[in-house]
């Protein structure tokens, strides 16, 4: 079983949609979690956090659920300029800073 | 401010040909360090990381070897390059669990 699994989309949607992505990850002990968007040919960037208590960043909401150990994303009224892909990562600390990637999903947001 | 290094950025090298990538680290002191690889259209593989001078854990050994030399200094070599290690090589430094990236180095073996 891969340490981090997502799904790989891709996801197409109209401008104005509400989209999800989830992520599993297996190391029960992992203490960090972040969602990193990718632009093509370019190096990840942070997108934000994720908060045992959940967190919202403008249309950006993060969840994390340590009980079923995956973590959510969630875009609300998509723009065209949301089209990426979105990396979750996860920091082992059991592992000693061992911080793995997610697959990314590819998002397309279509006028 | 911190910022990171990354050289060089683009390069195109014979298949058994040897590889050196260099990446340094300003503004803070003994950052956790990173070496991931991205393929065409796939996600990023983690091939080492080191927590500290002369400390290098490996997740994908193969034909590729990492040296920290100084506190700042992260380096991945081969010896003998192989077709598939093509790809997007990038650098990252870690606080607290945060990934800060350098620009990449974009490899073609051929």
């Known amino acids: 079983r891969k340490e981090v699994e997502q799904d790989p989309g891709p996801f197409n949607v109209p401008e104005g949609a509400t989209v999800a992505f989830n992520c599993t990850y297996s190391?029960?002990?992992?203490?960090?979690f972040f969602w990193y968007r990718q632009d093509c040919r370019k190096e990840p960037k942070l997108l934000m956090s994720?908060?045992?208590s959940g967190n919202e960043d403008g249309r950006f909401t993060a969840q994390l659920n340590r009980a079923s150990q995956y973590i959510s994303l969630l875009i609300r009224d998509s723009k065209l300029s949301d089209s990426a892909t979105y990396l979750c990562?996860?920091?082992?600390?059991?592992?000693?800073?061992?911080?793995?990637f997610g697959s990314g999903t590819r998002l397309s947001i279509r006028p | 401010s911190q910022t990171i290094h990354q050289w060089p950025a683009t390069l195109v090298q014979p298949v058994g040909s040897p590889l050196s990538l260099e990446c340094t680290v300003e503004?803070?002191?003994?950052?956790?360090l990173y070496w991931y690889r991205q393929a065409a259209g796939r996600g990023l593989q983690l091939l080492f990381y080191?927590?500290?001078?002369?400390?290098i854990s490996s997740e994908v050994p193969q034909n590729l070897s990492a040296s920290r030399p100084q506190d700042r200094q992260f380096i991945l070599s081969s010896k003998k390059l192989l077709l598939s290690d093509s790809g997007f090589y990038l650098c990252?430094?870690?606080?607290?669990?945060?990934?800060?990236f350098g620009e990449g180095s974009r490899l073609t073996v051929l």
């Open positions: 990252a430094w870690s606080v607290l669990g945060e990934l800060f």
């Open positions: 190391n029960s002990a992992s203490q960090s």
């Open positions: 994720v908060y045992s």
């Open positions: 990562v996860v920091n082992m600390y059991s592992s000693a800073s061992k911080i793995i």
């Open positions: 503004g803070t002191s003994n950052p956790n």
């Open positions: 080191s927590v500290g001078i002369g400390q």
